[in-house]
Nanobody
Framework: QVQLVESGGGLVQAGGSLRLSCAAS?????SGWFRQAPGKAREFVAA????????YYADSVKGRFTLSRDYAKNAAYLQMNNLKPEDTAVYYC??????????????????WGQGTQVTVSS
């Protein structure tokens, strides 16, 4: 079975950067990142498809976040630059094998990490 562990969250001032890591065990496919702020629904952030490696980003993070994978290490990385207070949330990595049209949907992912807190202060 696939197991995922996120790391790299923390407290950062607006305009700063963080790099989140998702370490996986077992066979993995497409990697998605979602986030959930208190009182809000879990929302799509970014995804990278398998096997072609195409990336997809929510409009709110496009140009600031970059998602990559290291297949040799079975890991995914979310580089977050120019962070804003509205980026504050628990960030989750997820694994699944969705069709391309469904890559941004939570239901497309079968395995989830426990999340890592990102807090961006003003």
């Amino acid at each position: 079975q696939v197991q995922l562990v996120e790391s790299g969250g923390g407290l950062v001032q607006a305009g700063g950067s963080l790099r989140l890591s998702c370490a996986a065990s077992g066979s993995t496919f497409s990697s998605g990142w979602f986030r959930q702020a208190p009182g809000k629904a879990r929302e799509f952030v970014a995804a990278i498809s398998w096997p072609n490696g195409n990336t997809y980003y929510a409009d709110s993070v496009k140009g600031r976040f970059t998602l990559s994978r290291d297949y040799a290490k079975n890991a995914a990385y979310l580089q977050m630059n120019n962070l804003k207070p509205e980026d504050t949330a628990v960030y989750y990595c997820a694994d699944g094998n969705p069709v391309l049209s469904a890559i941004v949907r939570r239901a497309s992912y079968n395995h989830w990490g426990q999340g890592t807190q990102v807090t961006v202060s003003s």
